[in-house]
């Protein structure tokens, strides 16, 4: 039994950190081979486990400093049919490693949750094709078919929602929130953004929240958004909207490069956590009802450390270093 899928606390407006850059982390900080960003496939390992558990650990730990709760995602962003193959997944063997995966994540909140920092578990989608280009698109039905496989495997293990992340075009949005309405699971959606602060499909933000919603009778529980510098997305808030109170959260990227150049870059770019902290916690301006905040990629705990001083800060509260 999932802990809180039938009253989620990420939707009482308590304040939330996220983990940052799994991924981003392993690779250029641990050095370690991550074929497709793939970090599930560590599972299969004692010692693999272990480095993703340090770093479960690590935010969690940030999270008691900071008196919040946690969000920590499933590493199953790959972990869905296609790219289950291209690892050499069999279809059994993919239902396996996103329940390990899970698991993995309820015997970590048995140990670590406390009343001050409840630990919300979000099993990871990720998107069929590549985060960073829309490709080959899906139409709705299509996408459905595709993510009700892993959404399924999910819902059957103690997760208390899933989520699809990086999403960039706006059907496959819509096919995830209506396979998690099959499976009778919440779903949150996060879309990423160009340096134009529209998506990859130059749909607008306002046009994905909005149509997704209008095509799921809002069955989404919130939309966030991923993968993305502030300062890529800040004035397509700046637009306002009622749309804007679909948004609870926002995991940024700690780079101003476009995906493009992120793409063709060799080295990490994790940029300057404080300005980084100063202008994710801005985005409250804009946001009134943001409260799950952290990092995506080139992200790590002290990015998400000055998030929350920043965010305590403009709370004027005191600020523990």
Not at 93 to 101: G, I, K, M
Not at 202 to 208: D, G, I, K, P, Y
Not at 230 to 242: A, C, I, K, R, V
Request: glycine fraction near 10%.
């Amino acid at each position: 039994m999932s802990k809180y899928r039938n009253r989620l606390p990420l939707l009482e407006d308590h304040p939330f950190m996220t983990d940052g850059g799994l991924e981003t982390s392993l690779i250029f900080h641990q050095g370690v081979e991550l074929p497709y960003f793939a970090s599930y496939d560590l599972l299969k390992t004692e010692a693999g486990t272990a480095l993703i558990e340090s770093h479960y650990e690590r935010f969690t730990n940030l999270a008691r400093k900071h008196g919040v709760g946690i969000v920590l995602a499933t590493p199953t962003w790959r972990a869905s049919r296609d790219w289950g193959r291209k690892l050499g997944y069999s279809a059994s063997a993919l239902v396996d490693a996103n329940r390990r995966a899970a698991n993995q994540l309820a015997q970590f909140r048995s140990k670590w949750e406390t009343p001050a920092t409840p630990i919300v578990i979000v099993g990871t989608i990720g998107p069929r094709g590549d985060g960073y280009q829309a490709g080959a698109r899906m139409n709705v039905g299509e996408a459905q078919d595709y993510h009700q496989e892993q959404i399924d495997s999910l819902t059957a293990t103690q997760v208390d929602m899933v989520g699809g992340f990086t999403l960039n075009y706006i059907d496959e949005a819509i096919g995830m929130v209506q396979a998690a309405k099959v499976a009778g699971v919440p779903i949150s959606i996060s879309f990423t953004l160009e340096t134009d602060g529209r998506l990859q499909s130059a749909n607008t933000l306002q046009e994905a929240v909005e149509r997704t919603d209008a095509e799921t009778a809002g069955y989404a529980s919130f939309f966030m958004i991923n993968c993305a510098h502030p300062s890529h997305f800040e004035t397509t808030l700046q637009s306002g909207g009622d749309w804007l109170q679909r948004i609870r959260g926002v995991r940024a990227n700690a780079s101003r490069l476009s995906h493009a150049e992120l793409d063709e870059a060799e080295e990490l770019d994790d940029g300057n956590p404080a300005e980084f902290g100063e202008e994710t916690a801005a985005l409250r301006a804009f946001l009134s009802r943001m409260n799950i905040v952290g990092g995506c990629c080139g992200t790590d705990h002290r990015h998400a450390d000055q998030i929350w001083k920043a965010i305590k800060r403009g709370n004027g509260q005191a600020v523990q270093q």
